[in-house]
């Protein structure tokens, strides 16, 4: 057995309307199944997501929208200094090149402004506003920011600065007085999608600005919606679609030169290459340094200045890294010693030093290990206060939980499964303590067990080139469309072994009847000294195309891996006991020693987990449910092997079996070994056996000890007297047979064992377990099935 790391859940869709689907589209089953899991359910909507369609709605259906467009037009005939107010990550940098490309398009008199994280923190804040005043500034623009800024907005209209915020965070209970606010998610809002993040509301504000769908920003627009994980469905596909599309053909001199830096070629750029190349570089911008250089780096029309700082971001993306990788250790043990999970359904830390910037990336690893919803805080002492940000896990919205803890929070905001905050340090143990509670309601055991969402359970011969090429129709993944996750159950391992440098990735053939494929588990090595190669293995993963010597075929990228039935691990013929814990995982495991001279050879770090069985009454008390049974020694007999297996399920069984000697190849007397042996004695008369048994032996090919066996089974059986190494029939001897000879039955027995556990094969010990554990789980079932 091997456990799975997350909860499989295969998402169920309605059969019939898959059917149909799949016949009005002219699509495999498995597409259609996808699409409906998808909730596109009808013919009209499935086609629109499949094939497109190149109409985004009417930007003034956006409230406020007419207002901030006259305003805005305004400025620019008057030349008035209009300043963008941004937010220094993904979203925030593209939201600000999108507008000032649009306004400096415009004519306009532009300028933008990304706070700095450390000094001011997110959105906006009072003294940046009256800076922007004295500089003669009449027009403020948030873009990706401002929703919450009520006391920001009072001070532009106290200051006299008109300001129009444009945002798609969630709209508090109260929203700031401004001069329009461009949201699609006002409670009011009539706008057909909800769902844009922040440079898709820039996008939206360019579109009425321009009278024309920006198409050239597109590449500017995917970047932010992909980065802020939006849902991507309805506008925001259109975006992606469109946006990835010109971003392969891009003439931007800025995003070309950190493409080529990070080695990306333009043809193969897919919404991958902004999650994992072109946001981490602008994010690690804008928390380590100040945001500006991003923006710049867009704007820039210089091809040398595109290269240095194309470099630049590229450099502090490797020092990001390196920041995050010791913060992450340190919050680790600051878990581990402090706030363990046993105590904390929600993680709550913070040290000093910490780098602001950062700790979201460390939160997000804080979640993927432990699987709370986790808060990391960097402390200023010096200020009183504490700064950070915050990562969810499913069942526990973090806006609405930390909008509960308000009156401490004087600065939040964000997702149901991220936030940021500012609180006092005095203020941090009261969060822990409110936000702890509300988990404790809120949550049940299972909602701590991490959840992976299928999509299909398939079979390998449903598996071909046409249905993964069929798939990609479905891209760009993302939010509400993420990569098609599927299951295959039972599958027989053909081959598998470790890969990589580090033998740490698994590479994998399976198949069924006449259907194989090959798999890759990327750090996921370990896992192959864990399953049997005789073990079935279900695992789940992403279909994909392998190419390679010009040969496509079907491949799978397994996430993840379960062996259901229990397994068993063949180590039979081990030289040395103190070699049978190198393949054994240390968790939950049980070495059985069944001769007490061998306990000895147990290590010393061993022993806690080393039980020595006397008899069948210790073996039939022994708990192996879900256990890994290791089997140090050879059994006395196969009855006390059954009655330690029997009526329990163990995980794994480790077959050592360790034995000094055998008496296996050690020649076992027939009947006509006893026959001849029984007239030579008749003949010869009393015999010398430590002068001549040596060579009687030889002189038939058998050993010593055979003479000496079938001695001593004559003497057990009283045909023979033996006296001081003489033996000699005994006169009137009664006929018996020789299984009445205890040596006899004790030596049939010895070989039978041996036989049937030490040299059979893998097939024959895994089928005799098999019948007897098997035997267990058949009583229990029936059992439970009455009950």
């Not at 998610?185 to 504000?205: I, M, N, Q, T, W």
């Not at 308000?406 to 822990?432: C, N, Q, S, W, Y």
Request: glycine fraction near 6%; proline fraction near 4%; charged fraction near 25%.
């Amino acid at each position: 057995m091997l456990k799975s790391k997350s909860r499989w859940i295969v998402r169920s869709s309605d059969h019939n309307l898959v059917k149909l689907l799949a016949q009005e589209l002219k699509i495999t089953p498995l597409v259609a199944s996808l699409l409906v899991n998808r909730g596109l359910e009808t013919e009209e909507s499935a086609r629109c997501f499949l094939f497109g369609k190149d109409e985004f709605h009417d930007p003034y259906l956006l409230k406020g929208m007419d207002i901030g467009v006259n305003r805005i037009r305004e400025a620019i005939e008057r030349q008035e200094p209009i300043l963008i107010f941004g937010d220094y990550d993904a979203d925030g940098v593209s939201s600000t090149s999108v507008l000032m490309i649009t306004l400096r398009e415009l004519g306009a008199n532009v300028q933008f402004y990304i706070p700095n994280r450390f000094t001011e923190g997110y959105g906006p804040n009072e003294s940046a506003f009256r800076q922007a005043a004295e500089n003669g500034i009449k027009l403020i623009i948030t873009v990706d920011t401002g929703i919450s800024a009520l006391h920001e907005a009072a001070v532009a209209k106290e200051i006299g600065i008109d300001l129009i915020i444009t945002d798609h965070h969630e709209p508090g209970p109260v929203l700031p007085e401004a001069l329009a606010i461009i949201h699609p998610k006002l409670p009011d809002s009539h706008y057909p999608f909800r769902e844009l993040a922040g440079v898709g509301v820039a996008f939206k504000l360019a579109h009425a600005l321009y009278g024309e769908v920006p198409e050239h920003l597109l590449e500017i627009a995917v970047i932010g919606t992909i980065a802020d994980l939006v849902s991507l469905k309805g506008e925001n596909r259109l975006i992606a679609k469109k946006g990835l599309e010109k971003l392969k053909a891009t003439n931007n001199i800025g995003i070309k030169a950190i493409l080529k830096l990070a080695g990306v070629d333009p043809l193969s750029i897919n919404e991958e290459t902004i999650g994992f190349t072109l946001a981490p570089r602008i994010n690690a911008v804008g928390r380590l340094e100040d945001a500006d250089l991003a923006v710049q780096l867009i704007l820039t029309k210089d091809p040398e200045e595109a290269q240095h700082l194309a470099e630049e971001m590229d450099a502090l993306n490797k020092t990001r890294q390196a920041i995050v990788n010791a913060i992450t250790a340190e919050a680790i043990e600051e878990v581990e010693t402090n706030y363990p999970t046993e105590s904390n359904k929600v993680l709550v830390i913070g040290r000093e030093g910490w780098n602001a910037g950062v700790i979201g990336i460390v939160a997000s690893r804080l979640v993927d290990k432990y699987y709370r919803p986790t808060i990391v805080l960097n402390f200023d002492p010096d200020k009183g206060v504490a700064k950070g940000s915050a990562r969810s896990i499913a069942g526990f919205d973090l806006f609405k939980n930390l909008s509960a803890c308000r009156e401490i929070l004087p600065h939040f905001g964000g997702h149901p499964m991220a936030a940021g905050m500012t609180l006092k340090l005095e203020d941090v143990a009261e969060l822990r303590t409110r936000l702890n509670t509300l988990a404790e309601e809120q949550l049940t055991k299972a909602d701590f067990v991490p959840v992976t969402y299928l999509d299909e359970e398939i079979r390998l011969e449903d598996i071909s080139l046409s249905t993964v090429e069929e798939m990609s129709l479905l891209s760009p993944f993302g939010m509400d469309n993420p990569k098609p996750k599927v299951l295959i159950n039972n599958a027989a391992i053909a081959s598998m072994r470790k890969i990589g440098s580090e033998q740490n990735h698994l590479k994998v053939l399976v198949n069924e009847a006449d259907a194989n494929l090959d798999g890759v588990g990327f750090g996921l090595g370990s896992l192959v000294d864990q399953i049997s190669p005789a073990s079935k293995i279900s695992f789940i993963g992403e279909l994909s195309i392998n190419e390679w010597n010009n040969i496509r075929k079907p491949q799978i990228f397994i996430h993840d891996i379960a062996v259901n039935s229990w397994q068993l691990f063949d180590y039979r013929g081990q030289k040395r006991i103190s070699t049978i814990a190198q393949s054994v995982p240390a968790e939950n495991r049980k070495f059985i020693i069944f001769n007490k001279e061998h306990l000895e050879k147990m290590s010393p770090e061993l022993m806690a987990d080393t039980i020595y069985v006397q008899d069948i009454e210790e073996a039939k008390a022994l708990n192996c449910n879900q256990v890994n049974i290791v089997l140090v020694d050879f059994p006395p007999s196969k009855e006390i092997l059954e009655v330690l297996l029997k009526g329990k399920q163990p995980a794994r069984v480790y077959a050592y079996f360790y034995k000094q000697s055998s008496d296996f190849f050690s020649t076992i007397p027939t009947r006509d070994h006893f026959k001849w042996f029984y007239a030579f004695l008749v003949k010869k008369g009393p015999i010398d056996l430590k002068r001549y048994g040596e060579d009687i032996a030889k002189h038939r090919g058998w050993s010593q000890e055979t003479i000496n066996f079938m001695s001593k089974v004559f003497s057990e059986l009283d045909f023979v007297t033996i006296n001081n190494g003489f033996i000699s029939l005994k006169p009137g001897a009664q006929k018996r047979d020789l299984s009445d000879s205890r040596t006899y039955q004790t030596k049939q027995k010895q070989y039978a064992l041996e036989r049937d556990l030490l040299f059979s094969s893998f097939q024959e010990l895994k089928g005799w377990f098999d019948q007897v554990i098997q035997e267990s789980v058949e009583t229990e079932e029936a059992i439970t099935e009455w009950i």
